[in-house]
């Protein structure tokens, strides 16, 4: 053996050790493990099947334009028209509600877009228009949760190659008669249970025109007091079935989710910004809780699973999404998308080119769309608004705490339960590095007396990780993350 390896060699026995030894981090917590799935929502989740998905694409497809600036439009066809397609949503919901014993109240939010208001969408709506949003709502059971609210949505218009064609051909199969079939499914499913909170089940108008129905029902939200802690919007989520493409994936959805809240104050950016929390607005959040549910409920590889892929930026590039709606009215929102848009298949007029022509067909038709891939959709959507719905809400008032006003390598955390919260709660208490995407680490810490704020100490530094707390009932439904 050479002088050079015999003084490597002790070199290396001298910090190993070091290598060895654990950051404080990792050395007091166990690492993040899926949560154990409610038998109870995994049974409804079954029910979410294909055929039922491809009904409602397909009938939407059949009024033949759902262009929102159909409704204006005198001498269509019977049948056809954005006017047709509510009242057909709003029938669904209506016999929704019948067989689970009137367990939804269902409203039409209607209201004129005027383009001599000067707004931003002025131009997509050249005259006075009337747009109706479709919801329905299944009110919490207990009085003390009930307030907490959990909505679901997709837009039911659709577009062509003209925006202002408003009796063309446009049977947005896939942008968005998906994500309103995802919606009307999570509703026949969730319906079947009850929850201690409230969830809301949505279609909205006017997303092409841009994001005209949902930014009105998110300022009408806002205006009514609604304690939305979650937006789920689903658009263009139909899995892609284009002849050819081998890059599209089918076992995972992507995510969006804004950094810093665009409804932010210059003083709560400011405090943002000092704490390091750009990653960890609500919305990030609420899209960290939807891969958790995920992993719970649909774990596996190798094709047997279904993930959520988290994108870390509001939406894709040059793109807008009915969850900015309620982003600006500062409620936690993300966006459910398919891996891969086929854009042959997005705001196009229908032309199908002679066979043999080797040309595209062109259009939003239903052939492009997979049922299979919509329905893992609609279960992750169902499977996250009954976890939320049946936690017992997030924690409230946390923050960190100085003991005697000095710093400490220990870091304390303090907070109360929600209201309403039982006996049987417990909060689970996340870490991570700060570089990474999702929570690693957690330790479990019991409920204080019915009340009570909880205080705990934990050895590892502050300035090393990001922390965050949920609460956690007695079957395991698990609440919305927050962060000090």
């Known amino acids: 053996m050479s002088v050079f390896q015999i003084t490597m060699l002790g070199w290396l026995a001298f910090v190993a050790p070091a290598f060895a030894v654990q950051p404080d981090f990792a050395l007091h917590a166990n690492p993040l493990v899926p949560g154990v799935p409610d038998p109870a929502i995994a049974r409804v989740l079954v029910s979410i099947q294909p055929p039922s998905i491809k009904k409602t694409v397909d009938t939407l497809v059949r009024f033949g334009t759902r262009s929102t600036l159909s409704s204006m439009e005198a001498n269509l066809p019977p049948g056809e028209g954005i006017h047709a397609a509510a009242n057909w949503i709003e029938e669904q919901f209506e016999q929704i ?17 005027d383009p001599a208001s000067g707004a931003p969408w002025a131009k997509r709506i050249p005259r006075p228009t009337r747009i109706t949003n479709i919801y329905a709502i299944q009110k919490g059971t207990d009085p003390l949760q009930a307030g907490r609210m959990y909505l679901v949505t997709g837009h039911y218009d659709s577009r062509n190659s003209n925006i202002l064609d408003a009796r063309g051909a446009a049977p947005g199969a896939n942008d968005d008669a998906s994500g309103v079939a995802v919606s009307l499914e999570c509703a026949r499913a969730l319906t079947k249970l009850r929850f201690p909170a409230t969830i809301v089940y949505v279609a909205v108008a006017g997303e092409e025109q841009g994001l005209v129905g949902s930014a009105h029902l998110a300022h009408l939200a806002r205006q009514e007091g609604w304690q939305l802690e ?3 919007n ?10 050819g493409d081998t890059l599209q994936l089918k076992d995972r959805v992507r995510v969006f989710s804004e950094g810093i809240p665009s409804a932010a104050t210059s003083a709560e950016i400011r405090r943002i910004r000092e704490l390091g929390e750009e990653s960890d607005s609500p919305s990030r959040e609420l899209a960290r809780t939807i891969a958790a549910v995920a992993r719970t409920y649909f774990p596996g590889s190798e094709g047997t699973g279904f993930s959520a892929f988290l994108v870390f930026r509001p939406d894709r590039y040059w793109r807008g999404g ?8 500062g409620y936690a929102a993300v966006r459910f998308t398919e891996w891969r848009e086929d854009f042959n298949h997005q705001h196009q007029n229908v032309v199908i080119p ?6 595209p067909i062109l259009g939003d038709l239903p052939q492009f769309v997979d049922f299979n891939y919509v329905a893992h959709v609609a279960r992750l959507n169902a499977a996250t608004l009954a976890t939320l719905a049946s936690s017992p809400g997030e924690p409230r008032k946390l923050h960190l705490v100085f003991p005697d006003g000095k710093l400490s390598n220990d870091t304390t955390l303090s907070w109360m339960p929600p209201a309403g919260a039982g006996a049987s709660v417990r909060y689970e ?6 570089a990474a995407g999702d929570w690693e680490y957690e330790k479990v810490v019991a409920s204080e007396a019915a009340g009570e704020p909880v205080t705990v ?22 609440s919305l993350t927050v962060v000090p």
């Open 234 to 243: 689903n658009d263009i989520v139909g899995g892609n079935t284009t002849p």
């Open 457 to 478: 100490t934990l050895p590892v530094s502050m300035d090393n990780v990001v922390f965050g707390v949920r609460t956690v009932d007695g079957k395991g439904h698990q």
């Open 354 to 359: 002679p066979a043999g022509s080797g040309m």
């Open 322 to 329: 009915d969850q900015s709606s309620f982003n600006d009215e």
């Open 230 to 232: 979650a937006v789920l």
């Open 97 to 113: 509600s019948r067989q689970c014993g009137g367990c939804l109240s269902v409203h039409r939010d209607t209201f004129i877009a």
């Open 429 to 434: 208490v996340l870490w991570r590095p700060t």
